[in-house]
């Protein structure tokens, strides 16, 4: 009876008085930590049993540990490993920075650096942190008999000058954070002018373009962008300038199609798992909602899977070519881009522009490489990404604020069942009876479900950063990285810090108020900066538990364990397409903003429990000297980057890191204000830390900004007209600026559906008559009845033919199980998109190579790569990717008008890549921005090749001219070789568009009529006012200097 008796109050117990007074520490199960010690030995044990573990199978599992070794080019290949167990860690050790922006990029580069900076700075600050403030605090602390050890290395018992330690090592402490903060602005810069200098970079037509939105109607057009930039630079040299067109509902259509290829693919791999035994039943599936059709099928009754998917991606393939068809240069949107021939003059336009609105209120800004753009968010208007913007912060902030009350429940329940069960009598009965069970379950709910809410937390800021408008990926994961940090911050360390000593400190006010007292009197009775001190000292033990704990994850990230697992359960246990197997061997994505939030937590709470609890220091040092070694092996040989920003992360990771200094000298004023001396001197010199550390941020931001983004401020003119041929001065007509920064879902290839090998001889027997090629094969449409194509290549699918799919199944690429592999496919855009997007293996999409075959092939959705891609004819099996080889022009229905030439006929009888826009001579004239893709017309099922389109017309030289030359070049001489003159003359007018292309606009400076004499003083209302003046006055005999002035001249001034 007497064992009995502590449990007759519980069962007594109010269960709202005990759910109150668990509310009042709500964190107390998380902090009951048995020993730091024990926090150090096991993680430290377990991290190097998973590393020794790791020795032992990488050598025999390179395809999760070594992937990029296999699949890199030259240039971005790794250093070789060798067999032995040790063997990963000497290449690690002699790869310097300079090798890491050659093999992983910039930004991997970036990281890398500041994870060796938060290294390096921790281990310094715990040098002689830890041996000033641990002796003072141990030996002028008052003694107290229940105090432990690590109380006493801490302030909690310090009272009067003794805090003057604190203060001094507060001033040191900052110092050296802002010395190492400059010292590595200083090194991102000289990263950022070499990455400038590299010849990657100058050869990228993105680092001389320039992207324009927020157009107003009147000016979106090719035309009008130029006079955009003229309002801000008048003497500016001729860019060519392409205005966005309206895709209309194509992005839709062909995520709709790639998502009904992969059902296929899914309801395939299933069905023909094993062909010798097919299940007894079709499979079925329920019609897609957002099937025009949809109505017309029985409600809720199922179709036949195959039957019904193959006709929907037949549909959706004839749609897609409709609404291609139907995109004109009609159908402007208010962006566009405008490219230079040198890079200087793009960039100082852009920093001309990077404070102000250009005229119509369009904003200019340096272009970002076009895989990096979400095209989706490009038309919206700045009041619409303003509104977004405002209901995205207003939604992260709720959902911030809301995140507090699920998290002190799991703190309060799942932590430690036992608090459930004082508030659950029911519960209570269970859990005594079945305390082996729960105490499983109590050991994984809570880190389970906790990893869960922080691996669907960054996917969920970055679909809210992209509905916020956010125009660059790039740009989304900087602010991700901001949403996640003040997530972090606010609920796993100001809330989890403090909220008892809130919660106490209101409950007692309350108290005091209700018992007469006034409500301010209350308050300052309190004492709230005492309660929330004596919180911050109950609390530090477990931060340096937990950063202990940190090797665990860094460890785990090696170990690559979900991979392996997901890898494993994915091949034994499903049945995978052949689509998900080569996906399975590509290199994984590195996910930034994900491990760039994890450091700067690590760091804040590292800075901000520095004068509570030293040990702080080096618990964190120790976890990044581990993980600098660790995360250089995964970003060598393992991940990827997935877009790249050119090293652009530095700038919001310097702003947060500051913003961690900051709050740690608001915590060491509090501390030195509430154990100080009386006279609050000690407050006092820790006062102007705060504003000198916003001071140091402004310095930087003036003195490295700048230079870091733009390449030149001002632009530096070059001699362009030395030569005609010469590859420099030739870049801008070499350069396909509408195709590369053109919105994908024109020249997109749709995704053909995949099945293995073995299911090839019985997938022909599943159709039930749909075998035929229909009545279309052959015409020279898109594709067959019961076949699959793409409108930007429109090849037919027909046997016989290299490059073709097998002529037994139609519309399917047969894979072969020794070709599941992503070496095979790196080269085909919609594998690579998620991984690297080409720049890893040699086929950067952004790329100028004036003068070689390669310049066409570089295009999006090329396929030249300094490796081989696919194989041409497929497979094995004829079933490979789209052809290569280039098509001759027996197709029936092509016909080309007076002044066009044949493409096998052009210059040679050259052939670039089917997915590729036609190759640009050096006879080729100034291109005036149009696209070679929106210029072609009516665009039908013949006529709309890329690859089988007539050449581009130009005005040709008038007699007796030297020749004709790019309008940014100065005139001269021609210096074209005899005997290479263009053969063919062409017909006049630049696409087509007259003798003076789109917009009456001449296209040589030849071309020009003569005006009378009184028209030479240059009439304000022509928009050649603003172009080229200076030049022709001077070949003229005019003044050299009078040239048109900025502003003069504009319409309606």
Not at 27 to 41: E, I, N, W
């Amino acid at each position: 009876m007497d064992a009995a008796r502590p449990l007759l109050p519980r069962a007594t117990t109010d269960p709202t008085s005990e759910f109150l007074k668990l509310l009042q520490d709500p964190f107390s199960s998380q902090l009951q930590q048995s020993s730091v010690y024990a926090a150090l030995g096991s993680s430290l044990g377990i991290t190097a049993a998973i590393a020794l573990c790791f020795s032992f199978v990488r050598p025999y599992n390179t395809v999760v540990y070594a992937p990029k070794l296999k699949h890199a080019d030259e240039k971005r290949a790794p250093p070789p490993l060798g067999k032995g167990i040790f063997a990963w860690i000497g290449p690690l050790w002699r790869t310097t920075e300079k090798d890491l922006v050659a093999l992983v990029g910039m930004d991997a580069t970036i990281f890398m650096r500041f994870t060796r900076m938060c290294r390096n700075l921790f281990v310094i600050l715990s040098v002689f942190v830890c041996a000033i403030l641990i002796p003072v605090n141990y030996t002028k602390g008052v003694f107290f008999p229940d105090a432990t050890e690590l109380s006493r290395m801490g302030p909690s018992n310090v009272w009067g000058e003794a805090h003057w330690a604190t203060v001094v090592v507060a001033w040191l402490s900052n110092i050296t954070v802002c010395g190492f903060l400059w010292w590595n602005y200083r090194k991102v810069l000289l990263l950022r002018r070499q990455y400038f200098e590299s010849e990657e970079y100058q050869q990228s037509l993105h680092a001389r373009t320039l992207m324009l939105y927020d157009i107003p109607k009147n000016l979106s057009t090719d035309e009008g962008i130029a006079r955009i930039i003229d309002g801000v630079a008048p003497n500016s040299s001729f860019s060519r300038t392409a205005i966005a067109r309206d895709v209309k509902i194509l992005p839709q259509l062909i995520d709709e199609h790639a998502k009904t290829v992969r059902k296929l693919e899914k309801v395939l791999a299933i069905y023909l798992k094993d062909p010798n035994n097919l299940p007894a039943a079709r499979p079925v599936c329920l019609p897609s909602k957002k099937d025009p059709s949809y109505s017309t099928y029985p409600a809720g009754q199922k179709v036949d899977a195959i039957e019904y998917l193959t006709q929907r991606i037949k549909v959706l393939e004839i749609e897609i070519k409709d609404v291609r068809q139907r995109v004109d240069k009609r159908g402007s949107m208010g962006y566009g881009f405008a490219s230079y021939a040198d890079i200087s003059e793009a960039h100082s336009i852009a920093y001309t522009c990077r404070k102000k609105k250009a005229p119509g209120g369009a904003t200019v800004t340096l272009a970002p490489r076009p895989n990096d753009i979400i095209w989706d968010n490009m038309p919206l208007t700045s009041a619409t990404r303003s509104g977004r913007r405002l209901w995205n912060n207003i939604w992260v902030a709720v959902l911030t604020m809301l995140w507090i009350v699920p998290n002190a429940m799991i703190a309060i329940f799942l932590a430690n069942l036992g608090n459930l069960g004082h508030v659950w009598p029911a519960f209570q009965d269970s859990l005594s009876k079945d305390y082996a069970f729960w105490s499983i379950v109590q050991g994984i709910a809570s880190p389970a479900l906790m990893s869960l809410v922080y691996l669907l937390l960054p996917i969920a800021f970055r679909r809210m950063a992209i509905r916020a408008g956010d125009q660059t990926k790039t740009g989304r994961e900087r602010h991700v990285v901001a949403k996640l940090y003040s997530f972090f911050v606010f609920n796993n360390l100001f809330v989890f810090s403090v909220f008892s000593a809130i919660w106490s400190f209101t409950a007692r006010v309350i108290q005091s108020t209700s018992d007469g007292l006034d409500a301010w009197q209350a308050i300052l009775k309190e004492n709230f900066g005492q309660s929330v001190f004596l919180s911050l000292c109950s609390v530090s033990p477990f931060w340096v538990a937990w950063l202990l704990q940190r090797q665990l994850g860094a460890a785990i990230d090696l170990a690559q364990l979900w991979p392996l697992i997901y890898g494993f359960f994915m091949r034994k246990f499903s049945s995978p397409t052949p689509r998900e197997l080569i996906e399975l061997t590509a290199p994984p994505p590195f996910d930034y903003a994900s491990y760039y939030n994890y450091f700067l937590f690590y760091g804040t709470v590292t800075l901000c429990y520095t004068p509570i609890q030293p040990l702080v220091l080096p618990a964190a040092a120790l976890y990044f000297c581990i993980d600098v070694a660790l995360k250089k092996y995964l970003l060598l040989y393992i991940f990827v980057t997935k877009t790249e920003s050119g090293g652009m992360f530095w700038r919001v990771l310097f702003n947060r890191f500051l913003f961690g200094t900051v709050l740690s000298s608001l915590v060491v004023f509090l501390v030195v204000w509430v154990r100080g001396d009386g006279t609050h001197l000690q407050a006092y010199a820790v006062a102007p830390i705060p504003f000198l550390l916003i001071a140091f941020k402004v310095y930087c931001s003036k003195a490295f900004d700048d230079k870091i983004h733009f390449y030149s401020t001002r632009s530096v003119k070059h001699n362009l007209g030395e030569t005609a041929l010469n590859v420099k001065e030739q870049s801008s007509r070499n350069d396909r600026l509408a195709a590369r920064f053109g919105h994908p879902a024109l020249y997109k290839p749709l995704i053909t559906p995949m099945v293995h090998a073995k299911a090839q001889n019985i997938l022909a027997s599943i159709y039930q008559g749909r075998l035929s090629d229909g009545r279309d094969a052959n015409s020279g449409d898109v594709m067959s009845v019961s076949g699959y194509s793409d409108t930007y290549v429109l090849d037919n699918m027909a046997s016989g033919k290299a490059g073709k799919v097998s002529g037994a199944v139609p519309g399917f690429e047969v894979v072969p199980e020794s070709r599941l592999d992503f070496e095979f496919y790196k080269n085909r855009d919609e594998f690579a998109a998620d991984h690297g997007a080409g720049e890893l293996f040699g086929r950067p999409s952004d790329i100028v190579r004036p003068g070689t075959p390669g310049t066409a092939m570089t295009g999006p959705g090329s396929d030249s790569g300094s490796r081989p891609g696919t194989p041409v004819g497929g497979m094995g099996f004829g079933a490979g990717r789209r052809p290569y080889s280039p098509q001759l022009d027996s197709r029936p229905g092509t016909a080309y008008a007076p002044g066009y030439v044949p493409p096998p006929q052009q210059f040679g009888g050259y052939q670039g890549s089917p997915y590729s826009p036609p190759t640009v001579t050096p006879f080729d004239g100034p291109p005036r921005g149009r696209s070679p893709l929106y210029g072609l017309g009516i665009n039908d099922s013949d006529t709309s090749l890329v690859q089988n389109a007539a050449s581009m017309p130009m005005s040709m030289p008038r007699p007796g001219t030297p020749g004709s030359r790019d309008r940014s070049i100065d005139a001269g001489p021609s210096r074209i070789p005899a005997g290479l003159e263009p053969s063919n003359p062409r017909a006049p007018g630049m696409l087509g568009g007259g003798p003076y292309g789109y917009g009456g606009l001449p296209q040589t400076d030849e071309d020009m009529p003569s005006p009378p004499i009184a028209a030479q003083t240059q009439d304000p209302t022509q928009y050649d006012y603003f172009r080229g003046s200076r030049r022709r006055e001077t070949r003229e005999g005019g003044a050299p200097g009078a040239a048109t002035r900025p502003g003069n001249g504009w319409p309606g001034h």
